[in-house]
């Protein structure tokens, strides 16, 4: 299986009259809630208010209209990379193969997959515009293992149902984590592994093919390129 920028923006594509028309807009957000991994507890005093207060920091950035469109992309840029604990999240996507690759190739995995997900954030960023999340509670899981559910609302979707967002919360060392978060049921973390999985098992486990493969697609969502598939060799 390859990995296409086109496979990588699925979610984003989404018709808007289709039951789930606000699925490309729960995958951003819920790639914003991965990069929440590791943020500290602070102020924010369960899991409700970890997710309430750092995704809204998001959408304010977002909906800033008195912000030019370079200097609002650079600041939520810069704000998902202030609360990233991305190697955390580019090894369990990564998952096994990280075990038997190279430290330079899996450095240069992570390298290449932090600059893959600021890029598809940075390509469907007006996606965003007016959009708020409410969180509507809680299911414990087990001690310090909890999912918060919550309602995205767009207001120009009138009289159409909010899409339900879960983030699963990990309390540990006084720090909060977003884990993983499901999307109209799909659990998103998981979906990448899968598909990274199934990239590497045709290309003979070579997670530097990987690396240099989402580098590829990087370059194709930044320019605005059509995506182009990889030979099945890396």
Same mark, same amino acid.
């Given at each position: 299986m390859q990995i296409t920028s086109s496979a990588a923006l699925n979610h984003f594509r989404m018709p808007v009259r289709e039951p789930f028309r606000a699925l490309f807009l729960g995958a951003l957000i819920s790639a914003l809630a991965l990069m929440l991994a590791g943020t500290p507890a602070r102020a924010e005093a369960n899991p409700e208010q970890f997710v309430a207060v750092n995704i809204q920091k998001g959408f304010n950035i977002l909906n800033d209209r008195s912000l030019p469109d370079a200097r609002r992309r650079a600041e939520f840029r810069d704000f998902l990379i202030s609360l990233t604990d991305i190697r955390r999240i580019g090894l369990f996507t990564l998952g096994p193969a990280r075990r038997s690759a190279s430290p330079q190739d899996v450095d240069a995995f992570v390298d290449a997959f932090r600059d893959f997900a600021v890029a598809i954030y940075e390509s469907r960023l007006s996606a965003f515009s007016g959009q708020t999340l409410k969180v509507t509670g809680s299911s414990e899981?087990?001690?310090?293992?909890?999912?918060? +559910?919550? $309602?995205?609302? *767009?207001?120009?979707?009138?009289? $159409?149902?909010?899409?339900?967002?879960?983030?699963?919360?990990? +309390?540990?060392?006084?720090?909060?984590?977003?884990?993983?978060?499901?999307?109209?049921?799909?659990?998103?973390?998981?979906?990448?592994?899968?598909?990274?999985?199934?990239?590497?098992?045709?290309?003979?486990?070579?997670?530097?093919?990987?690396?240099? +493969?989402?580098?590829?697609?990087?370059?194709?969502?930044?320019?605005?390129?059509?995506?182009?598939?990889? *030979? +099945?060799?890396?």
């Open positions: 899981v087990g001690p310090g293992d909890t999912v918060v +559910h919550t $309602q995205m609302v *767009d207001p120009r979707a009138s009289g $159409q149902p909010p899409l339900n967002v879960d983030f699963r919360v990990s +309390h540990r060392n006084g720090k909060f984590s977003v884990i993983d978060v499901s999307v109209a049921g799909i659990w998103l973390a998981i979906e990448e592994r899968d598909q990274f999985a199934s990239f590497l098992n045709d290309n003979g486990n070579n997670v530097g093919a990987l690396a240099r +493969h989402l580098r590829d697609m990087t370059r194709q969502i930044r320019n605005g390129a059509a995506p182009q598939t990889a *030979d +099945h060799g890396g």
